[in-house]
């Protein structure tokens, strides 16, 4: 799909003309009406008062004229997106919003900027041509990648910029991360986007879910945050990227910023914006995602007697493995304690789904997946064991969580968390971006986009099994004369269970990520 940006401009050429043109027109009236009056002989006092009044007006209709000519033709200069933006995979027209707007700002860097992007993946031929049109015409474009993956636009790039990441342009691949240790598990798996300038806007950042790939685009749900940041904040993710082109064998510390803090630390209850950059081990003990989990209270009195409840919503690309399940039971628990959670997940593992939906006083905690397969007639064998697999077609790729409610003390917060860790066992412990947004206009945006997937049997599917089973129940029959007994009867009742999910990782559609 190629996209087309349709600019208006003003030439100042024209502008001029038309200012002469217009000029000259009324020069000209102001002499035919002193010819009429010295060829009528007739230079009277009532005469030149009408010749003065006769060409006052056209003078203020000149001067007008000229005015509005200069209002319709003057340029307005591009102004960068701000806020969550989000794709649709199912939906052709919809599937490529982020990219566009990635694009487009890019195509508004000014000769002699230097834009700075950290993926996972990157296949997009026409973002390749983009790139480069970028790079002739002045800016400079510095691309770190994840090692997994060599394809064409990796290399149309790389013929433009070279791999030299000491020099003012390149795209270079991390080997197994770029501030992790060097295994065959760690990846750089950051997703951000940096731009000093983009028409009149400075220091927009772009951050989330989304790589440069057609698979990004027409099979993963994705989001994407795009703002302009202060001085201080924009530097640290500048630093960021300057310590992640070193690619270290070793383990580097986690980072965390957020420009100016409000108090004397970072708080990511009362700063507009905050970061983590991973890796970071994480245990019960030391999992920032059990840290807010544990900063949210369910139930807050409202002063009437009653109480309010946070709202919860997460859409997470996966959970498994060892923090996966400890993970679910933290989010069943808020369940429990009264909060209205619901999760959205691509791909689960089989012991944190049991765990997550396992029964409470409440009820089971409501459960989607945007895991679906419509394709199961694709011959994928991934476990060779002779059946065909069922592969995904379509499924969230996303990694961000919306509290409304209290948080850390304070009523009425509204915040999300996006990036691009997921809640899994290497969720922390390599490149990663952990970012949180204070705002209700940004919440309830991201609310939108959840409640798009979750309230359409189309893009999501309940991720309980409901079977109807038999049942023998008593019943109290009462005769004519008032004498009763019990009989037993027959009821059909749905019974709720939690299965394994038949989708697997892997095939066409599927990154490892």
């Not at 190629?2 to 208006?8: E, I, M, N, W």
Request: hydrophobic share 35%.
């Amino acid at each position: 799909m190629r996209d087309f940006l349709v600019s208006t401009r003003t030439d100042p050429t024209d502008e001029r003309l038309s200012v002469k043109r217009l000029s000259t027109l009324g020069s000209c009236a102001v002499s035919i009406a002193l010819v009429l009056t010295m060829w009528n002989m007739a230079p009277t006092a009532q005469a030149s008062v009408s010749a003065a009044q006769g060409t006052a007006p056209a003078q203020a209709a000149t001067s007008a004229g000229v005015a509005q000519v200069a209002a319709e033709k003057k340029p307005k200069r591009w102004k960068a997106y701000q806020g969550a933006f989000f794709n649709n995979p199912h939906i052709p027209s919809q599937r490529y919003r982020i990219e566009r707007r990635l694009l487009d700002t890019l195509r508004h860097v000014p000769k002699g900027e230097t834009v700075r992007i950290a993926l996972y993946s990157f296949d997009r031929i026409p973002v390749a041509n983009a790139i480069v049109a970028a790079h002739k015409r002045g800016v400079r474009i510095q691309m770190l990648l994840n090692d997994h993956w060599e394809n064409r636009a990796m290399q149309i790039v790389r013929a433009a910029l070279g791999t030299n990441t000491r020099a003012k342009n390149f795209i270079y691949k991390c080997k197994s991360g770029c501030r992790t240790l060097v295994d065959q598990y760690r990846n750089l798996h950051s997703k951000f986007y940096l731009f000093p300038k983009a028409g009149k806007s400075e220091r927009v950042i772009a951050l989330g879910s989304h790589n440069f790939t057609m698979n990004a685009d027409r099979h993963q749900w994705n989001d994407i945050f795009f703002f302009q940041a202060k001085k201080d904040l924009y530097r640290e993710f500048v630093k960021t990227f300057n310590d992640m082109k070193k690619d270290y064998s070793k383990t580097q510390p986690s980072l965390h910023f957020c420009g100016t803090p409000t108090g004397s630390f970072c708080d990511d209850s009362v700063d507009k914006y905050t970061n983590w950059v991973f890796p970071k081990k994480s245990t019960p003990q030391s999992d920032l995602v059990l840290n807010m989990l544990n900063k949210i209270q369910c139930l807050t009195p409202d002063g009437a007697g009653g109480q309010t409840r946070t709202k919860l919503a997460l859409s997470m690309h996966t959970m498994r493995g060892a923090r996966g399940n400890y993970l679910a039971a933290a989010i069943r628990q808020k369940w429990a304690e009264g909060c209205d959670f619901r999760v959205s997940y691509g791909l689960i593992g089989f012991r944190t789904k049991q765990i997550l939906g396992a029964a409470t006083a409440r009820g089971r905690i409501p459960l989607r997946s945007t895991g679906l397969d419509y394709d199961p007639d694709d011959d994928f064998d991934l476990n060779n064991d002779g059946d065909d697999d069922v592969i995904l077609t379509y499924y969230t790729h996303q990694k961000y969580f919306v509290i409304q409610g209290t948080y850390n003390g304070h009523p009425g917060t509204s915040m999300v968390l996006t990036g691009s860790s997921n809640w899994a066992s290497l969720g922390t412990a390599q490149d990663e971006i952990f970012f949180t947004i204070l705002g209700a206009g940004n919440a309830r945006r991201y609310l939108k986009n959840f409640n798009t997937f979750w309230n359409s049997g189309r893009f999501s599917r309940n991720a309980y099994t409901t079977t109807y089973t038999d049942f023998r129940v008593p019943t109290t029959v009462r005769a004519a004369d008032g004498t009763t007994q019990t009989v037993w009867k027959t009821v059909r009742r749905p019974v709720t269970t939690v299965e394994p999910d038949p989708y697997q990782g892997g095939g066409e559609y599927w990154e490892g990520d």
